[in-house]
C-alpha cells in the first residue's frame, strides 16, 4: 500500500522558517515525481514546488522562489520542503503527493494530476 505521511508544521512567526517532511512507505520516492501543494481556507489547492525523479529538476510556485526548497533523502525516503522567511499568506495546510512520470526534467510537474496524496500537514504564520 503506497502511504505518503507528512509532518513538521506548526505555528511561527513572519520571517521565520519551518521544514515539512514527507515519507513515504510502499514505493521509493527517488522512482517518483514528488509535488508540494497547499490549501488555504476559501482558496483553491496551489502547487508549492516540485522535485522530478531520480534526482531531477525541481520546479517552485513564482510565489516561493527563493525562499522555498524541495529536496530528498532517499536513505530515509522522505523528501522535504525547507520554508525560509515565512509570510502570513503562506498559512494553509500543505499536502505532499507523487506520480509517477518517466521524465526527469522539466518545468511542468505542478500541473499534473498526482495519483497519491499524505493527509496535510497545517503551517500558520502570524505574530
Known amino acids: 500500500q503506497l502511504q505518503l505521511v507528512e509532518s513538521g508544521g506548526g505555528l511561527v512567526q513572519p520571517g521565520g522558517s519551518l521544514r515539512l517532511s514527507c515519507t513515504a512507505s510502499?514505493?521509493?520516492?527517488?522512482?517518483?515525481?514528488i509535488g508540494w501543494f497547499r490549501q488555504a481556507p476559501g482558496k483553491e489547492r496551489e502547487g508549492v514546488s516540485c522535485?522530478?525523479?531520480?534526482?531531477?529538476?525541481?520546479n517552485y510556485a513564482d510565489s516561493v522562489k527563493g525562499r522555498f526548497t524541495i529536496s530528498r533523502d532517499n536513505a530515509k525516503n522522505t523528501v522535504y520542503l525547507q520554508m525560509n522567511s515565512l509570510k502570513p499568506e503562506d498559512t494553509a495546510v500543505y499536502y505532499c503527493?507523487?506520480?509517477?512520470?518517466?521524465?526527469?526534467?522539466?518545468?511542468?510537474?505542478?500541473?499534473?494530476?498526482?495519483?497519491?496524496w499524505g493527509q496535510g500537514t497545517q503551517v500558520t504564520v502570524s505574530s
Open positions: 510502499g514505493f521509493t520516492v527517488d522512482n517518483y515525481a
Open positions: 503527493a507523487a506520480h509517477w512520470s518517466p521524465l526527469y526534467s522539466g518545468t511542468y510537474c505542478l500541473t499534473w494530476g498526482y495519483d497519491y
Open positions: 522535485i522530478y525523479r531520480r534526482g531531477g529538476s525541481t
